[in-house]
């Protein structure tokens, strides 16, 4: 166990004794679903949690009776914003994050959708890891050039590519000025684990050749409130992902903390922000760095 | 299998602020000679995890520390140290070693429970007896339009209780963010301004753990619409709309996802394009024309010579 | 009468008989489309891998070819629209071959973007589900309607010709005949059906304009609209427009000097012609050039990185062969083949000067350029002269230039014919590497650094199923041009009677 002793760790565990409910799929209502349960079985000690009519009205715990709890709102995607944090003081270059989300998409060889780079913006501040997903722009230029709207912007901030549409132009690639982009050449090795999926723009696969893919922040998993893959491969707990309509974001360990909070206080900012692209994934300065700088 | 049940202590730990006691430290040689093995000079960390980090000191409590050193990890290898558990150390002198950690790293303990620390002055209760706490929340925003959440604690005699700490967080998808603490004052409000404005509505909870002769209690509350809505047309500047399902999409057959062009532009576009084509449709008819003029002129001459005869 | 009517016997002779040498060449050109269909194939059946493109360099010459095509349509709009309008009378038998350029490079250009595409099967999504937004259908549109223009324009005026193929040519096979009997459509030459030709040219004339400059210009936004440095230019619409009508021109020329010589024109297309000709070519140089110019010297003047990333890899990168031949060898010496001999007067010595003296000036004078331009930098060590070799070397390159310009002089003013030729080719071959130039640099240098990744996947090398499509393309450019110019006259009749009546 890291040292880290988190306390979504703990809740996590406590939920699979208690009720063994916590499954990673009922994530949605987990949390505050956990924190209750948890606060009930030590009711021994604890003795009255409630609630009252001036708050929710529900009663979600007391000594030896049974809860309910309030839902955590499940929210439609046309209400969320879903938004990444990435802090460059915590990446160490490992790239585990492109191994875990080249796995989970089945992402053809050659492609990394998110990459991780090896920045260097002048001699002085010297050389620092820089993971690169697709930004998911909010001012889109890959979506404004496509002829035929196969790439397309959804509410929830999510830019996705209908690869049943796609008529191969690469003109979006062109327009993409962070390099985000990749185009099938060849006809992409498949497994039949890849092939046995119905293709859907949430999964991007099974993939095909002649048309554009990237990074789509892992669509089904923010479906389920789960954090992408690359994230969750992060083990310096570099990456967050959250809702900014929800202002949350959180990493691997748990670390739950309000975006724009995090992004002020720590200086966030975006890549190529003069560009005007309105990225969704914004970065924390390399600034107190916990890893031993690149070479480079 | 208790092991667990300090996990469950933990997991009610949330952060608050309090003033470390800075006590002498008579955990410091405890310290060394029972812990330090494992756990490196200081807690700095070792074949065991750093339970001298701040990391550590701030997720737990006082009384979850000292009964992980009573009860042991055993599924990690680590012993119970209690004697009641056939243990070195007594009570006090694990509540010793407790203490050091937190002097030793400046850090802050939670509002403790049942730790045999140097206690929370538990001004409120003048009477050593035990209570029972209950919490209502409300919330109000102020001039400057932030939301004002104030937390009321109170026994269940109706008086309220003054000098303890309440924290509040706030449950959302991914996880549950701390937005701070707030003591009680000396009507048992515990107030606190919500400086970030979530746009949508969510839970928010207050909880205070209880104290030596207090109960815990915990109120929850829905956040009324924040001061800014989303407007539609912030949702992103390229002005996409998409609202899918809750079942994963396949774009529609044949049909438009990304948003129409702006209508001015097009109608103008529209319109030279349109008045080339016409025009090309003027210029077509007069070939077609051409084309009359000459079969008029070739009925005309073969017509002629008919006309003639006759 | 006669005179006349034995001028035109030369326009049709070529309508009339096919030599060996004829099918030689057809059966040639179908060869290359073969294989170009053959490399097609194995580009549609293995996907894009099999070309040198990649996820960096995602565009090449296919792109080029594109853009080059469309250019070179430009002949027809300039040649025939534009002088037609401004009323010059020595165009009238180029008008014909420039309109059939026109269509001709249109329906090559076209498709090479589907050639490009890696979903060709899903063409008709443009028109399913094409986003008014994008570029791309703006390119869909305006090249749609500049085809059906200019092959009205090209139609209209050839309507009194082919009726004259209809009445003349009545030992033709079956198949030409009523394809002339029904594309002349009863073409009499009465009264009203020369006021309505004539007005449909006359708008024609007009609209096609526009039309043209609009495509180019559209063709040139599908770069200027992304953020990428050396494309997001707002020069780049009037840049290509003017480009387009320069590699036109030199196209036309290319066109005129190879119908004369086979086909025996050289009553219609006299010196003259080509001297026009070519004094509009030089204008259109210098104009480029001027344009040039500009471009790359905001872009190297200012500080932005990565239009400096660009620019160094054209002044001294990879690129830097290819981009000072092209300046040097495409747009400059042409400026001076073209204006040289009409502006100096050749000194009575150097005329007299003998035969032998100037081949070997002219051959030391290559000597030093050919030294001097390919020799590595490497070089420079032995030398001793670090700091003065870079410009000695272009000063003796330029010098070296100059020389062999002189030297050429009385070469050039002897045959003028040829050198606007010449100069036409190193145009156009100029203007093929500029649109390389444009595209391929740009995405050498994105504004993400490229890291991590195999050299030939940073680095573009056309394949040969490139280079085949790209012979494919001329190939088939060439054979309908020349099929044209067997079926229909290639200088347009009545209109060249009409000035002599």
């Known amino acids: 166990m890291s040292t880290r002793f988190s306390r979504r760790q703990f809740l996590k565990l406590g939920a699979l004794i208690a009720g063994g409910m916590a499954t990673l799929g009922a994530a949605r209502s987990r949390t505050f679903d956990e924190l209750a349960r948890a606060v009930g079985d030590t009711a021994a000690r604890l003795p009255l949690f409630r609630a009252n009519a001036q708050t929710t009205g529900e009663l979600i715990g007391a000594d030896g009776e049974p809860m309910t709890h309030a839902p955590a709102a499940p929210a439609a995607t046309n209400q969320r914003r879903y938004v990444m944090v990435i802090d460059l003081a915590k990446c160490d270059g490992c790239k585990e994050c492109t191994t875990a989300c080249s796995a989970m998409h089945f992402v053809p060889p050659g492609q990394e959708w998110i990459k991780v780079f090896e920045n260097r913006d002048n001699k002085v501040a010297g050389a620092y890891w820089f993971p690169r997903p697709c930004m998911q722009c909010d001012n889109t230029p890959c979506a404004k050039v496509c002829p035929v709207g196969a790439t397309f912007k959804r509410e929830d901030g999510i830019v996705l590519i209908d690869q049943e549409r796609c008529i191969g132009c690469r003109y979006c690639i062109a327009a993409c000025p962070y390099a985000s982009r990749y185009f099938n050449w060849a006809e992409p090795p498949h497994t039949s684990e890849e092939l046995a999926q119905k293709y859907s723009v949430e999964l991007n696969y099974p993939h095909r050749k002649g048309v554009v893919e990237k990074c789509i922040f892992c669509p089904a998993l923010a479906r389920e409130g789960k954090i992408p893959a690359c994230a969750s491969a992060c083990r310096m707990n570099a990456i967050y992902f959250g809702d900014q309509v929800e202002d949350v974001v959180t990493n691997h360990a748990g670390e739950t903390v309000s975006f724009t909070q995090l992004i002020r206080e720590k200086g966030g900012f975006r890549y190529m922000e003069d560009l005007g692209t309105e990225p969704r994934v914004w970065y924390l300065p390399p600034r107190d760095r916990v890893y031993p700088a690149p070479k480079g | ?310 | 009468m006669f005179r006349q009517s034995s001028r035109e016997d030369v326009l049709f002779q070529p309508l009339q008989s096919n030599s060996v040498r004829f099918y030689a060449f057809i059966a040639i050109l179908l060869a290359v489309i073969a294989w170009a269909a053959y490399a097609y194939f194995v580009q549609l059946r293995d996907g894009l891998v099999v070309t040198g493109l990649r996820d960096y360099v995602f565009w090449g010459i296919y792109m080029t070819n594109f853009v080059f095509f469309i250019g070179i349509s430009h002949a027809g709009t300039l040649i025939s629209a534009i002088l037609r309008v401004t009323g010059a009378e020595w165009r009238r038998p180029i008008t014909r071959m420039a309109e059939a350029i026109t269509v001709f490079a249109l329906l090559i250009g076209g498709p090479m973007i589907i050639i490009d595409m890696g979903r060709p099967d899903r063409l008709l999504n443009l028109l399913q589900s094409g986003r008014l937004q994008s570029p791309i259908l703006w390119d869909l549109i305006s090249i749609t309607t500049y085809i059906a223009g200019s092959l009205m324009y090209l139609y209209l005026p050839m309507i009194p010709d082919l009726a004259e193929c209809r009445d003349r040519l009545t030992d033709a096979p079956a198949w030409k005949r009523f394809i002339y009997r029904t594309l002349s459509l009863g073409w009499r030459g009465n009264a009203e059906q020369k006021h309505r030709l004539e007005k449909g040219v006359a708008i024609m004339a007009v609209l096609i304009i526009p039309v043209a400059v609009s495509v180019h210009t559209v063709v040139s936004w599908i770069f200027g609209m992304t953020l990428r440095p050396g494309w997001h230019s707002t020069i780049f619409g009037p840049y290509f427009v003017v480009g387009a009508i320069f590699s036109g021109i030199a196209a036309i020329l290319l066109a005129m000097v190879i119908f004369r010589r086979v086909y025996r024109l050289e009553a219609y297309l006299t010196e003259k012609h080509f001297r026009y000709l070519g004094l509009l070519l030089l204008v259109m140089d210098i104009i480029y050039i001027y344009f040039t110019l500009s471009e790359y010297l905001t872009m190297a003047y200012g500080n932005d990185a990565a239009d400096q990333r660009v620019m160094q890899l054209l002044f001294g990168g990879d690129f830097a062969p290819v981009f000072w031949a092209m300046i040097l060898g495409g747009f400059v010496l042409p400026a001076f083949m073209l204006a040289l001999p009409n502006l100096v007067k050749i000194p009575a010595r150097q005329a007299a000067a003998t035969p032998l003296l100037r081949p070997l000036a002219a051959m030391g004078a290559l000597a030093v350029f050919a030294v001097m331009a390919f020799s590595p930098t490497g070089a420079s060590a032995d030398l001793q002269v670090v700091a003065l070799w870079p410009l000695l070397r272009i000063l003796s390159i330029l010098v070296a230039l100059a020389g062999l310009l002189w030297l050429a002089l009385p070469v050039m003013r002897a045959h003028p014919i040829a050198t606007i030729v010449v100069a036409s080719i190193l145009v156009n071959v100029a203007m093929w590497l500029k649109r390389y130039i444009i595209i391929v640099p740009t995405l050498y240098s994105p504004r993400v650094p490229i890291q991590g990744v195999p050299w030939e996947w940073a680095h573009y090398t056309p394949t040969w199923v490139e280079w085949s499509i790209t012979a494919g393309a001329f190939a088939t450019f060439i054979l309908l041009y020349t099929l044209f110019s067997k079926m229909f006259p290639v200088i347009s009749i009545w209109e060249t009677s009409e000035r002599d009546a």
């Not at chain 2, 404005?197 to 839970?203: G, K, N």
């Not at chain 2, 002769?213 to 989303?230: C, D, N, R, Y």
Request: with cysteine.
């Open chain 2, 1 to 310: 299998m208790r092991w667990m049940i300090v996990v469950f202590l933990m997991a009610l730990v949330i952060l608050s602020v309090q003033p470390a006691r800075a006590d002498d430290p008579p955990g410091a040689k405890l310290f060394a000679t029972y812990c330090a093995a494992c756990h490196g000079a200081a807690g700095k960390g070792g074949a065991a995890p750093a339970i001298g980090s701040d990391a550590y000191l701030t997720a737990n409590d006082n009384a979850a520390i000292a009964q992980a050193t009573g009860d042991g990890v055993v599924a990690k290898g680590m012993p119970a140290w209690s004697k009641s558990k056939g243990g070195a150390l007594t009570d006090d002198q694990i509540a010793d070693i407790v203490a050091y950690l937190r002097a030793l790293a400046q850090t802050t303990a939670p509002g403790p429970a049942v730790a045999p620390t140097p206690a929370q002055p538990a001004r409120s209760s003048a009477n050593a007896e035990y209570a029972q706490t209950r919490m209502t929340m409300t919330q109000s925003p102020n001039a400057d339009g932030e939301m004002v959440l104030v937390a009321t604690l109170e026994k269940f005699d109706g008086s309220p209780v003054s000098g303890m700490v309440v924290a509040f967080s706030r449950a959302t998808t991914f996880g549950t963010v701390d937005l701070g603490t707030a003591k009680t004052d000396s009507r048992g409000n515990a107030t606190l301004v919500m400086r970030e404005q979530p746009e949508r509505a969510r839970y928010i909870t207050a909880t205070f753990k209880g104290a030596k002769t207090l109960g815990s209690s915990a109120a929850m509350l829905a956040l009324e619409k924040p001061a800014v809505a989303i407007s539609a047309g912030d949702l992103n500047t390229a002005g996409v709309r998409l609202s899918i399902d809750e079942e994963p999409l396949l774009a529609p057959e044949g049909s438009l996802i990304t948003p129409n062009p702006p209508l001015l532009p097009t109608l103008l576009f529209g319109l030279v394009v349109l008045g080339v084509w016409s025009t090309y449709g003027y210029v077509v008819s007069q070939v077609v024309g051409i084309w009359k003029s000459g079969r008029d002129h070739q009925r005309e001459n073969v017509l002629a010579p008919k006309a003639r005869s006759a």
